[in-house]
């Protein structure tokens, strides 16, 4: 492992977040703040409680995975893709690292990143409700495994992307609708059954529910499931990752 080259494109691309910190951390911090008021104080304050916990406190986990499972994607995506356009890749590629190396720099930082916001936003959370964490290193494994398979996951993204419309494409299109429907503002027991059937199918399901069940002992699936999606889901795209490099697919592009 080339250590000198993994801390160079890491060290690059948290230079590049530091130098657009208003966007990169102030942007997603203000919009959670928002869903808190419109969601917390205006709809908590019709929904009682929502499995033994207040609405403002059931949404938390939700929020978090919304911004990091958004951050992870957009920072990697843009991160890869952006060298990409201006050429910059052909002096990547020729140089002496292996695509584990230009993966890990690339999509270490936007896990970094995306780590660094989802933990802001839990400190923002306290200043509008009162939330407690019933299993801290659960929560940090769910948290850090999220940033880790969605920054793969953008990484993908940025390779498979042609054009900056479609670098926002599936993250617009399909990812953050997955969240939303995931349960990031409802339980799924609360779903007739058969909606409850068709959100299995929704992988975003798994992690909200694994990371809630961090924060107040109880999920709407078991644990053991919520950490198998998340593993398997980080394995795939790391075998995806692994063919593209080795086919030259999209690279030279």
Not at 7 to 23: H, N, P, S, V, Y
Not at 122 to 151: K, R, Y
Not at 170 to 192: D, E, K, N, R
Not at 196 to 219: A, E, H
């Amino acid at each position: 492992m080339n250590i000198h080259a993994v801390k160079a494109i890491f060290m690059f691309e948290m230079a590049r977040f530091f130098r657009t910190l208003a966007q990169s951390l102030i942007s997603p911090v203000l919009s959670t703040s928002l869903y808190f008021v419109v969601f917390g104080a205006a709809i908590g304050s019709r929904i009682d409680q929502v499995e033994g916990v207040s609405y403002g406190a059931f949404i938390v986990p939700g929020l978090i995975m919304l911004s990091v499972i958004t951050q992870a994607i957009s920072n990697a995506s843009f991160g890869i893709y952006f060298p990409k356009f201006i050429g910059t890749t052909y002096e990547l590629f020729s140089a002496p690292v292996n695509f584990l190396e230009i993966v890990a720099g690339y999509a270490g930082a936007a896990a970094t990143k995306a780590l660094l916001i989802g933990l802001i936003i839990l400190g923002t959370s306290f200043l509008f409700v009162e939330v407690s964490i019933a299993h801290p290193l659960a929560m940090i494994t769910f948290l850090v495994l999220t940033c880790i398979s969605f920054s793969l996951m953008g990484f993908i993204i940025g390779i498979w992307a042609g054009s900056f419309e479609q670098l926002q494409l599936v993250p617009l299109l399909v990812v953050t609708p997955l969240v939303f429907l995931g349960g990031a503002f409802y339980s799924i027991t609360m779903l007739p059954p058969v909606w409850q059937v068709i959100s299995l199918f929704n992988p975003v399901v798994y992690l909200i529910s694994g990371f809630r069940w961090s924060f107040f002992d109880t999920s709407d699936l078991p644990v053991v499931l919520s950490l198998f999606a998340i593993g398997g889901f980080t394995l795939l795209c790391l075998a995806v990752i692994g063919w593209i490099f080795k086919t030259g697919w999209r690279l030279r592009q």
